[in-house]
DNA sequence: AACCCTTGTCGAACCATGTTCGGAAGGTCT
DNA sequence: AGACCTTCCGAACATGGTTCGACAAGGGTT
């Protein structure tokens, strides 16, 4: 409420920033067109010539995400930090969910945007990246490999649902390790379904 | 709108039922208060004599919704038709997550319901009934049910999560089949983690 | 009966938030 | 200059949650 420079950056991309902020301080509930006005230092009416309406404004932020958390696992591949492409795939999309749980809860949760089929787009582009971890693995098979993959993407849409209902923080990372020791459990030979 | 039979029944009860209808029919943009009077027959200020706000409204519908799931698991798993009770309870959980996609959504990813005490309860009400089946199956061991219960209740939200995104009806069908099929292959034997 | 207190009800207003309207300021093209 | 486009804005509108003040019905109490 103070910064207000209007130099440099289109309005767009600034008012899109701004929604970010406002999403992860104050959740979905903070990101309001007359909260992102006063950040930006413009009137209300002036964002409707950047977005069509709150809801594209929304889209945008989300199709962004998306690209960030593609961008997240392709470079968690890339590196060798990992024993499999599978882990590395994995730990970035759960660091991703972990590290913004609001921005992710925007982007899988938004009714308005299930709509939205540049964001269904860019969710596909995403799953496609972490689809490609499984590929090649010498222990999925290659039919099987939407299947698996699918059920890990899944799966992390349940755990950032289950964490974002957790009050305290502490307990959701204690769940997100209970979640994935189980899973790993039940990956395991031991246990013969 | 042309029924509005004032006899009988506490407003409260039929509040929650047109609620509910409200919410199946059009998704939880369609739970209005001013709706919900319309149907009930009263006036709006009449429904705050009977819930707090909107909130609490609607976590009383949560409330219920847990507390049917959890008896429809236990009713799954008090039949015979299921080999194990992990697939009764399985079972019972999707089902009630295809027919009722609307309220689990809104069970489950209403932010404002996060903070309410009693909605949790309730959840975990629901979650202790569903880990009951895989106490005593002779495949989990004692000290894991916890963590194996946990990661197919997650994988639950995130199929519901998954299955809301989807636009047509068919392609909800389909995923959750290919989540499931997934997995199964997952929990195979012939998969060596 | 007269009095009060609680409960249920309501129309009307209040307020926050998304949205639209009509116009102003500045640039570009002809 | 004139026409036109983009960017911008204050003000008003529409919708939906919420509060206010009042009225009616019932049940004690005196």
Redesign the interface.
Known sequence: MADELKVMGTLRRRALDAARLLLEES???GVQLRAIAARVGSGVATLYHHFDDKDALLAALAIEGWGELARKIEEAMASDRFAHRIDGASTAFLGFIRRHPQLY?LM??E?AL??NREV?AA?QQAFASFQTAFRGDE??PPE?V???S??IW??????A??V????EPGAADE?VR??I?????????R???
């Open positions: 959740g979905a509930e809860a899988q949760t009714q299930a709509a269904r969710e222990r999925v099987r939407e299947e698996i699918l059920v899944v799966l992390g849409r349940g755990i649902s289950a974002l209902m957790q009050a769940l209970r979640v020791s189980g899973f790993g459990f039940l990956l395991s030979p246990f013969a379904g």
